[in-house]
């Protein structure tokens, strides 16, 4: 496996950036405790930026990792027209990357099932997830990784927020709901616009992402418009939202579920302050009559 995939002459700055995203996936996977000593890794590959961030990102950490996992890419090929069959595979097999291809024609299910002109992305994320889980569990994959980043992670929380009246988001490390999948995200802390300028200077063999013929998600697209006038207003916001998702206090929350607002006492000690002041008022009252 050829694990230092880089341009054939990195800048400087490219170097640096490379450092700077290897560091922030580092720090996520230790933070989460994502990926653990004997984790066979099921890498999500759709063929996007985002993914092939994180695939050279996991491998220059398994070549410096204090712990042994290994790394499988898994691409879902969902039989959409003009999907280049050819592309993932000759990029696997150039960087001696173990991987499979999963073939299942989901794009017909979404097609008979959406009505022309609308959004199809629900329907197929469900039935990707459902097949990506299945072949994890076909393959022996222990942890399924997604190549999700930070502004994914503040865009689902808003998108949660004002079209699901919810306080959730994409987590970095999830335990699917029949609890045989957990699904990591080792790119939570980098930014999209490194993972963007970083693409671009691999030169990765990108596969568009609307081969679907999808209208693109509004809602989410007037959430990415929305906080990046916020960001070049305020620039850091957006990492301040991540840093607020990040350290909740839910006693300053209004969730009955998660916080015990009914069985609020008073302490012990101000309840005796309390009693003593009474008295004292009590006395200094009697001693004015
Ligand atoms: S853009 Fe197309 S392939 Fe991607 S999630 Fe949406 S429907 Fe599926």
Redesign the pocket.
């Known amino acids: 496996m050829n694990l230092e995939i880089l341009p054939p002459k990195p800048t400087r700055n490219f170097l640096k950036l490379r450092k700077k995203l290897i560091g922030l996936t580092g720090k996520a996977i230790m933070h989460f405790n994502m990926i653990e000593e004997g984790d066979q890794v099921m890498v999500c590959i759709?063929g996007g930026k985002d993914s092939y961030t994180m695939l050279t990102m996991l491998l220059a950490l398994k070549k410096k990792a204090p712990i042994h996992f290994d790394i499988i890419a898994v691409n879902l090929d969902?039989k959409?027209p003009n999907f280049p069959q050819d592309i993932l595979p000759n990029y696997f097999i150039d960087h001696g990357i173990p991987y499979e291809i999963v073939k299942e024609d989901?794009?017909s299910i979404?097609k008979s099932k959406i009505p022309e002109g609308k959004?199809?992305?629900s329907?197929?994320?469900r039935l990707?997830r459902g097949i990506l889980y299945k072949t994890a569990k076909r393959i022996g994959a222990t942890k399924i990784a997604l190549g999700h980043h930070k502004n994914d992670i503040v865009e689902t929380f808003f998108l949660n927020m004002f079209h699901g009246s919810k306080l959730k988001s994409m987590p970095p490390k999830l335990l699917s709901d029949d609890k045989k999948n957990i699904i990591i995200r080792p790119l939570s802390f980098c930014e999209e616009k490194d993972i963007k300028n970083y693409a671009n200077a691999m030169n990765f063999p990108i596969i568009p992402?609307?081969?679907?013929?999808?209208q693109k998600?509004l809602e989410r697209e007037n959430i990415k418009s929305m906080l990046s006038i916020w960001e070049k207003n305020n620039p850091g916001r957006v990492n301040n939202i991540f840093g607020a998702i990040s350290n909740i206090e839910l006693s300053h929350l209004a969730d009955k579920s998660l916080f015990d607002f009914e069985s609020l006492k008073l302490s012990d000690n101000l309840k005796k302050d309390i009693d003593s002041f009474s008295i004292i008022n009590f006395i200094n009252q009697s001693q004015k009559v």
């Open positions: 759709s969902q959409q989901t794009y979404v959004t199809t992305c329907l197929c994320s990707r992402c609307d081969l679907c013929g999808s998600n």
